[in-house]
Every structure is written in C-alpha cells, then in structure tokens.
C-alpha cells in the first residue's frame, strides 16, 4: 500500500504506506488545530491513503509545512527504526521537505 500527499494541485508525494503514516503521525501531536489534527489521525486510524494539504485550512497548512520543514528529517533519523532502508526513507523524507518549496508555501 502507497500514500499520497497532495500539496497543491499537481505537486504531491508519495510514500510506502509506513512512511506515508509516520509523515503524518509526526505532525498530530505538535498541531495547534486540533480538528486539522484529529483529521489527519483519522487518516492514520483508517489507513486512508491520501491527504490534500490544500484543501485544509489555511492555517493549519502553514503550520504543518512549517512543522515539516523545520524537524522532519531531523525526526527521521532519530526515530525511524535502524534497517537497511533507513537511509532511503531520510531522503524520502527531504523530498517532502523540498517539495513544500516547489509548493510555494510560506510556511
């Protein structure tokens, strides 16, 4: 199984499931939006397999691009699992990263 995320229309990601849910699980405990929060669990729980960022609001899309670019990868190499593929899935990771620039976010 594969996740997408959508950041804008035509600029996405996608991920192996696994790296996919953890993308999101790192952002559900630091937003401040709940509702975007318990949204984006609900993803998680029901092993849905995409998100549009740009569909959710505006402040919260601010918040998790700036989450992502900030500490995702950093979070990545200290919390994924040690494997064969770890490194792959850091560079994975700082291909969301540089995707919210080509996104354009101002986040």
């Given at each position: 199984m594969a996740g997408l995320i959508v950041?804008?229309?035509?600029?996405?990601w996608m991920a192996t499931g696994g790296l996919f849910n953890w993308a999101l699980e790192f952002l559900i405990s630091r937003l401040s939006d709940r509702q975007t929060a318990d949204h984006l669990q609900e993803i998680v729980d029901n092993e849905l397999d995409s998100v549009w960022i740009h569909d959710l609001p505006p402040e919260a899309q601010v918040e998790i691009v700036r989450h992502?670019?900030?500490r995702l990868v950093a979070a990545g190499e200290q919390e994924l699992p040690e494997s064969e593929h770890k490194a792959d899935a850091i560079r994975h990771l700082q291909e969301l990263v540089d995707a919210t620039y080509s996104a354009a976010y101002d986040g």
């Amino acid at each position: 199984m594969a996740g997408l995320i959508v950041l804008k229309p035509g600029i996405d990601w996608m991920a192996t499931g696994g790296l996919f849910n953890w993308a999101l699980e790192f952002l559900i405990s630091r937003l401040s939006d709940r509702q975007t929060a318990d949204h984006l669990q609900e993803i998680v729980d029901n092993e849905l397999d995409s998100v549009w960022i740009h569909d959710l609001p505006p402040e919260a899309q601010v918040e998790i691009v700036r989450h992502w670019r900030q500490r995702l990868v950093a979070a990545g190499e200290q919390e994924l699992p040690e494997s064969e593929h770890k490194a792959d899935a850091i560079r994975h990771l700082q291909e969301l990263v540089d995707a919210t620039y080509s996104a354009a976010y101002d986040g």
